[in-house]
């Protein structure tokens, strides 16, 4: 049986990506999760102002958003990240890197926004997922 989930990491004529993996491909069940805030269970922002708390409550939420599905982060094919400032990302792909292993990145886009649905929110993460049938 072949992989439900195939990664090309650079297609011929592509560069390839330090951080992501550029084609992301796979066959079965399609999730997907909504953009993720740092929240804990009862609502309370966790982290106030910390980039890391922040992003690690976030991959944690995206963690079990994908369990709900009867999805895990090998299951991801895309994941976008929002963020009020580029300088976050290194704390978001050290998040990244406790959940999703470096042979196993999902595809992957980051866009810095002028905000999110309130100031104290550093980034939200949503995911794609292709789970096998």
Do not use: W
């Not at 009867?70 to 994941?79: E, N, P, R, S």
């Amino acid at each position: 049986m072949s992989e439900p989930i195939v990664r090309i990491p650079a297609p011929d004529g592509v560069a390839p990506a330090a951080a992501y993996t550029h084609v992301v491909t796979g066959t079965g069940r399609f999730v997907a999760v909504a953009g993720q805030l740092p929240l804990d269970e009862n609502g309370t922002l966790v982290g106030p102002g910390d980039p890391e708390a922040q992003a690690r409550q976030v991959f944690e939420n995206l963690r079990r958003c994908l369990a709900a599905a009867g999805a895990t982060f090998d299951d991801v094919v895309k994941l976008t990240f929002f963020v009020t400032d580029m300088a976050h990302m290194p704390a978001i792909r050290a998040a990244r890197r406790a959940y999703v292993p470096d042979d196993r990145l999902p595809a992957a886009s980051a866009v810095q926004v002028a905000a999110l649905v309130a100031p104290e929110y550093l980034m939200e993460i949503e995911a794609f997922a292709v789970v096998a049938e």
